[in-house]
């Protein structure tokens, strides 16, 4: 049987079908809901909410294993008498590995579903973070095991984010992302606030090798909980038909990504997040030597801690103020530029302020404005890519990732350069500012919202044979 598709979405196989962005279509065309439902299936509000707790929990739990080496890494090093080089090499590799699966995370989240990734990644880097005590003790070389053991870290939690934003794109409405993704995101704080504290008390009580058993041992007991109680027991068995096979998903992404790549409002998302992220990781690898260097008599707990305790409400402020703007009948697009404009816009009022002398009282202030809006991009462009392409996010993500890591790295060494030549911290906080300037003018100029993974000009007259 032919059905002729003269108006509205098309169903075949090689597109998509969606509703999200054309209310007058919500329910599709009769072929698509009996081909995949499993791709039109958006979680209820309930489900929502449950689902966004435990992917905070899922989140914190990941950068409590992700910070523990960093923690016990000077434990570790007098133990097994590592010198500079050999501790910042152990630390370094989770970086490279970091980088290699964040495209490979999301084009199998975008196949198989993220919460399979999700499930199946965490169970693994768990493991391997409660093993790594294991490892240190029962090799002859210790300096090999934890370089291998933080490189399999860092392959492993490498996926994780571009799974979040694949499994939001396939489950979460428009109106709700900006809550779920900001709120995920404010995880990465609590984590690092959590392992900061417990895990400090826990290395002074116990040694090193708690911190390590118990935040790999909590993060096993998540991944169980989510197999248990929201996969309801079923295997995540990811097959190679399966990402052969991957619907609507497999076929978009291997016939239309150059097209995709071409649009001005995807380049726009992927230089965006490229400055923002690589501005944050800068900051956040600079700014405790900067307080050391200013402010030399400054209590360290203060300007670590402060920052982060401001962060966190921001971020949960952001995904409120987005979906409820969005709600209210505001258009997408310009509610995702507000956002990001906050995230690099007002935020760099706050870091050029740094730029002149001030009190530390004030330093920490600004330090905690800019940290504190800089989670705006939760709600701005972390959730643009899914507005944009809902059937590859995961894998648009990931090259986005991948594009901020890299350039974060790049600037973080050039940060550093510039400190030395220059003997100022001014000429940092300028290099943020312009490259946070440059990616917040290309955002606003270029950002849209409306789908851009189908061609709407091939879809209009197009016959499906079911």
Partial sequence: MAVIQKHGKSCSPDLVCHRENHPSDKLGAPGCHKKWPEHNTHWTRPVARVWTVVLLLGTCLLYCARVAMPICAVNMAEQFHWSKSESGMVLGSFFWGYCFTQVFGGYVSDRVGGEKV??????????????????AHFCSQPIFSMTLARFLMGLLQGVHYPSLASLCSQKVVESERGFLMSTVGSGSYLGTLVIGGAGSLMLDLYGWQSVF????????????????????????????????SGGP?????????????????????????????????????????????????????????????VAIPSSLFSGCLSDHLIRQGFDTASVRKLMQFFSMGVSSVFTLLLCRKTTFPWAVTFVSATMGLTTFSHSGVSVNVQDLAPSCAGALFGVMNTCGAFLGVLLVYFSGYLIESTGSWTSVFALITTVNLL???????????????????????HNIHI
């Fill in 118 to 135: 999700l499930l199946l990644s965490a169970a693994a880097w768990g493991s391997v973070t409660a093993f790594t005590p294991i490892l």
């Fill in 213 to 244: 058993y118990v935040s790999g041992l909590l993060s096993l007991l998540w991944a169980y909980c989510m197999w248990k109680y929201l996969l309801k027991g079923e295997g995540p068995i990811i097959t190679l038909e399966s990402l052969g």
């Fill in 249 to 309: 998903q497999s076929k978009l992404s291997k016939r239309h990504w150059l097209r995709l790549l071409k649009q001005p409002a995807v380049c726009a998302v992927i230089v965006t997040h490229l400055c923002t992220a690589s501005t944050f990781f800068t900051l956040l690898s600079w700014l405790p030597t900067y307080f050391k260097d200013t402010f030399p008599d400054a209590k360290g707990w203060v300007f670590n801690v402060v920052p982060w305790l």
């Fill in 439 to 461: 990616g917040l003018c290309t955002f606003l100029a270029f950002a849209d919202a409306r789908r851009v993974d189908i061609d709407y000009s091939k879809v209009r007259h």
